[in-house]
C-alpha cells in the first residue's frame, strides 16, 4: 500500500493549526484573567457602596477568574457595615433597624458571563455558593415605619448607570452559623442559629422587578431550612427545641414541626409563676408579611394552625402572703402583654390536649381537670392599633372533651382593650358518668363522687378581672358522695363517715329536676376572683361556686353540716359523760353494800364471842 503523503501532510497541518488557537485561547484567557481580576474587585465594591448608599462595603483577600469555565471565586469576604454612615443616619433617624455582617471563607460564582458584564453592562451569574457563612444580624428599633430619606431611589435606579440590570440564578448558603442581637429590650438578647441553610432563586434587579411585590429581595423565593434549633427563654426559666423550621417567601408560609416548651428543672426556686409545658407536632403560618417582621418585628399574617400538641398547666401552691397579681395568665392580657404588632385574622387549633392541676395544701395532693382532642377557631387575635379601632373583640369556638369523655362546647369572647380585661363564655358540658371527675374532686374538695349520672351542664358567665357573673344549671341522677379528710399521720384522705351519712341524706339533692315534669334548679353565680387566681383558675372556681349550691351543698348547708356534727360530737360526748357517771354511782353504791356488808359481819362476828 502506497504512503499517501500528501494526506499526512494535511493532517499535520491542521493539528498544529489547532494548536496554535488553543494556544492563543490560553494564552489569552491567562491575560484575560490577569487583567479582569483588578476591575472585577473594583466593580463589585463599587456596586455594593453604590446600592447600599455608602452603608456598607465589601473587601475580599483574593479574586480567581476563569474566563473558558465562566467561573469566579472570592476569597475571605467580609461584609461589613460603616460604622460612621451609620451613626450618622442615627442622628438623622433614618439609620435601618437591621445590620448586618457576613464573612465567608470562599464564594464561588458559576456560569458567570464577564463579556456581558464589560460590553452589555449586564451582570448575569447562573449560581453563587457561600461555603460555611457566618451571619450576624443586630437589630435595634430606629423608625417604626418607613422613613422618607433624601436618596429615595430604588436599587436598580441606583446601578443603573453603570449596569442594565442584574440577574443570579440560584444562590447557596451551606451550614450557615447565624448570630442574632437584638438590642430592642432591657438588655442585650443573643440568639445563635445552626444547622441552617438559605436558597434563593431568580434575584432580578432590572426596571421590572424594583416595583415587583411578588418578589422578595428582588428574588422569586427564598427558602431557610433550620434543624434542631435550641435555646432558652430571656429570664431563664424555659427551654425550647424545634425539630425543624422552614421558611419560603414566594409561597408566604412558615412551617415548623417538633415544638417543645419546657419549664427549667428549678423552676419554682426561681419564680412563683404558674408552670406551664407544650409541646406541638406542626405550626403552619399563612401569609406571613416576612418582610414587616424582617423591618420592624410585626407579626402580620391571615391564619395560624396548630396540630396535634399538649398543653400542661400547673398552678403554683404558692403560700406566701404577699400573692402577685395573676392578670397577665387572662388571654386578652397576655395577647396585649407581648408587646409586639400583631394581627392574626384566624387561628386554628387541632387535636390539642389540655390539662390544668392544682395543688391543695391540706390534703398535700394534686387535683387534674383535663380537656381532650380540643379543637378550635379563634378570630382578631391582635394588638394593631389600626385593626382594634375597628374590632377590639376577639372570639374562640372551642370544641373539647371533659375528662376525655363528656363533650364541651364553648364560645370565648375576649375584649383586647378592655384595661379590666372583660371577657364572656357560653357553652355546654354532654352526658358523662360523674365519677370521672374524682381526680378533681378528691384532692380540691375532699369529695368523692361514688355514684351519678350528667344529663347537661349549661353556663353563661360575664367576667372581668376582678368578679364573674352568670348562670348555671346542672341536670343529673342518683348523685351520691363520700366525705373526705386529710390523714396528717398517715398522710392520705380518710373516710368522714357522720358527714357522709348527713351529706346524702340530708343535704345533696339526688337529682335535677327533682321529678320529671319539675323544672329544673339553676343557680346564679358571683364569683369575686383573689388577684392571685389565674385565668383558668378562675373560670374552674366560677363554675365549682355554682355546682354546689345547684347539688344542695351550698355554704349554708355546709355550715350546717358542720353545726350538726358538732352538736353530733356533743352529744356523743354528753352520753359518754353521763354513761360515765352511772358506772361511777353503781361503783359507789356497790361499794356502799361492801362497806355495810363487811359492817355487818364484823358486828356479827362479835356479838359471838361476847356469848
Excluded at 450618622?88 to 433617624?93: A, F, L, S, V
Excluded at 373526705?484 to 339533692?509: M, W
Aim: hydrophobic share 35%; proline share 3%; glycine share 4%.
Amino acid at each position: 500500500m502506497a504512503f499517501n503523503f500528501s494526506k499526512y501532510k494535511k493532517h499535520k497541518t491542521a493539528l498544529i493549526a489547532f494548536l496554535a488557537v488553543i494556544t492563543i485561547i490560553l494564552v489569552s484567557a491567562f491575560l484575560i484573567n490577569r487583567y479582569w481580576e483588578p476591575i472585577l474587585s473594583k466593580k463589585v465594591k463599587n456596586m455594593v457602596l453604590t446600592s447600599t448608599d455608602s452603608l456598607y462595603n465589601i473587601n475580599f483577600s483574593s479574586a480567581e477568574l476563569h474566563v473558558l469555565e465562566g467561573r469566579i471565586i472570592l476569597y475571605n469576604i467580609d461584609f461589613k457595615p460603616d460604622t460612621a454612615v451609620y451613626n450618622r443616619r442615627k442622628t438623622q433617624h433614618l439609620a435601618p433597624n437591621n445590620l448586618v455582617e457576613l464573612h465567608v471563607k470562599r464564594l464561588i460564582l458559576a456560569n458567570v458571563h464577564p463579556f456581558k458584564l464589560y460590553f452589555k453592562h449586564i451582570l448575569d451569574i447562573g449560581r453563587i455558593t457561600l461555603t460555611t457563612p457566618e451571619i450576624h444580624l443586630s437589630y435595634q428599633m430606629n423608625q417604626v415605619k418607613d422613613t422618607l430619606v433624601k436618596d429615595n431611589r430604588t436599587p436598580w435606579q441606583k446601578i443603573s448607570k453603570s449596569l442594565k440590570y442584574i440577574h443570579v440564578g440560584d444562590i447557596f448558603l451551606n451550614d450557615v452559623h447565624f448570630k442574632y442581637s437584638d438590642y430592642t429590650g432591657n438588655k442585650l438578647l443573643v440568639s445563635e442559629l445552626k444547622e441552617m441553610n438559605l436558597q434563593a432563586n431568580d434575584l432580578l434587579i432590572d426596571s421590572a422587578t424594583q416595583t415587583d411585590r411578588s418578589r422578595m429581595l428582588y428574588c422569586k423565593d427564598i427558602v431557610a431550612d433550620l434543624n434542631n434549633y435550641k435555646g432558652k427563654t430571656p429570664d431563664g426559666l424555659y427551654t425550647y427545641t424545634i425539630n425543624k423550621l422552614k421558611l419560603s417567601t414566594r409561597t408566604s408560609q412558615l412551617n415548623v414541626q417538633g415544638l417543645d416548651l419546657k419549664p427549667a428543672p428549678a423552676f419554682f426556686n426561681k419564680s412563683k409563676k404558674n408552670r406551664y409545658t407544650l409541646h406541638l407536632d406542626s405550626i403552619q403560618l399563612n401569609n406571613f408579611d416576612f418582610l414587616t417582621y424582617h423591618k420592624y418585628r410585626s407579626l402580620f399574617a391571615s391564619s395560624l394552625i396548630i396540630n396535634q400538641g399538649t398543653f400542661d398547666l400547673f398552678c403554683n401552691p404558692d403560700t406566701t402572703k404577699a400573692r402577685a397579681n395573676k392578670i397577665k395568665s387572662f388571654p386578652n392580657v397576655a395577647i396585649y402583654d407581648l408587646k409586639s404588632d400583631i394581627r392574626i385574622d384566624t387561628v386554628v387549633v387541632k387535636h390539642i390536649n389540655i390539662s390544668y392541676s392544682e395543688y391543695n395544701t391540706k390534703p398535700g395532693k394534686t387535683g387534674t381537670i383535663t380537656f381532650n382532642n380540643t379543637t378550635g377557631k379563634l378570630l382578631n387575635v391582635t394588638t394593631d392599633s389600626a385593626a382594634l379601632k375597628k374590632n377590639n373583640i376577639s372570639t374562640a369556638q372551642i370544641t373539647s372533651y371533659f375528662m376525655n369523655h363528656g363533650k364541651v362546647n364553648v364560645f370565648f369572647s375576649f375584649n383586647l382593650t378592655d384595661k379590666n380585661a372583660s371577657h364572656s363564655y357560653k357553652g355546654s358540658l354532654g352526658p358523662m358518668d360523674l365519677e370521672l371527675v374524682n381526680p378533681a374532686t378528691i384532692p380540691l374538695a375532699m369529695v368523692k363522687i361514688t355514684s351519678g349520672k350528667l344529663k347537661g351542664f349549661y353556663f353563661d358567665v360575664k367576667a372581668n378581672s376582678k368578679v364573674s357573673k352568670g348562670k348555671v344549671t346542672i341536670l343529673y341522677n342518683d348523685l351520691k358522695v363520700n366525705i373526705l379528710a386529710a390523714d396528717s399521720i398517715n398522710k392520705k384522705l380518710k373516710h368522714k363517715f357522720v358527714a357522709t351519712l348527713f351529706a346524702n341524706v340530708f343535704i345533696l339533692k339526688r337529682d335535677n329536676p327533682d321529678e320529671a315534669d319539675e323544672i329544673p334548679r339553676s343557680f346564679n353565680v358571683v364569683y369575686k376572683r383573689p388577684p392571685s387566681s389565674p385565668f383558668f383558675k378562675s373560670a374552674w372556681q366560677t363554675l365549682l361556686a355554682a355546682i354546689k349550691p345547684t347539688v344542695g351543698y351550698s355554704t349554708k348547708t355546709q355550715q350546717g353540716v358542720k353545726e350538726r356534727i358538732a352538736q353530733g360530737v356533743l352529744n356523743k360526748q354528753n352520753r359518754k359523760i353521763k354513761k360515765a357517771l352511772r358506772i361511777q354511782k353503781r361503783a359507789e353504791r356497790k361499794q356502799k353494800r361492801e362497806l355495810k356488808k363487811q359492817q355487818n359481819e364484823a358486828l356479827k362476828n362479835g356479838g359471838a364471842r361476847g356469848q
